[in-house]
């Protein structure tokens, strides 16, 4: 219960925030298991667009999240494991034991979707940066699985890198149609294809 009423509360104030809205341009809010694979350029993101989804989607879509930021804290342990039920993984130095991959494939084995941003890390709110490898082998492990591109709009100016507070700016989410490996197609071609597929979104 408490989860829950958190949970609407952060939701109603990032929208109130940013005016957070969604914007459905390749696909349709659908209970299909999805993987959202979006731009990162600020600490709101998963939270702005975890928040558009509809309420039945949300609960079913879980954030994959940086171990080295969201562990630090109770209240953020708590946010990201309880509220959010987020998937929490090493991006460097990782075991056999806490191997992201297994924990995304675990997670989407049990039917929940995902939110993942394949940069790997936070940009700068200019150009996407190369994926790393995570979203291609998610593919090729699940091939019934949407790869949904969604693009974030002006979020890196609400939180930028290094804020410690966010700026009330209009925001939206753009979501495109699915991307899947092609026949025959390399690791490096599905994934600047992928990131393209991104990019389109900024101005459609």
């Given at each position: 219960m408490?989860?829950r009423l958190?949970s609407?509360l ?5 929208r ?10 390749g696909c ?51 946010l ?14 990782f075991?056999?034991d ?8 675990a ?25 790393k ?20 709009d002006?979020?890196y ?7 410690a ?9 753009a ?28 101005t459609?």
């Amino acid at each position: 219960m408490l989860e829950r009423l958190i949970s609407a509360l952060i939701t109603g104030s990032i929208r109130l925030l940013t005016g957070a809205q969604a914007r459905w341009i390749g696909c349709a809010p659908t209970t299909a298991q999805r993987v959202y694979f979006a731009n990162h350029s600020s600490h709101v993101d998963f939270v702005l667009l975890w928040s558009v989804l509809p309420p039945a989607l949300r609960r079913r879509t879980r954030p994959v999240a940086a171990k080295d930021y969201w562990a630090r804290g109770a209240m953020r342990r708590f946010l990201i494991h309880r509220v959010f039920r987020g998937l929490v993984i090493e991006r460097t130095g990782f075991h056999r034991d806490d191997n992201p991959l297994a924990i995304m494939l675990a997670a989407l084995d049990s039917g929940d979707s995902l939110i993942l941003f394949p940069e790997g890390t936070r940009g700068r709110g200019g150009d996407i940066q190369p994926f790393k490898a995570g979203l291609f082998h998610l593919a090729e492990a699940c091939p019934d699985v949407e790869l949904i591109p969604a693009f974030i709009d002006n979020a890196y100016r609400v939180m930028p890198k290094g804020a410690a507070l966010p700026v009330p700016l209009l925001c939206s989410v753009a979501f495109g149609k699915p991307v899947r490996p092609g026949d025959g197609e390399s690791k490096p071609e599905f994934l600047e294809r992928s990131r393209h597929a991104l990019l389109e979104l900024e101005t459609a």
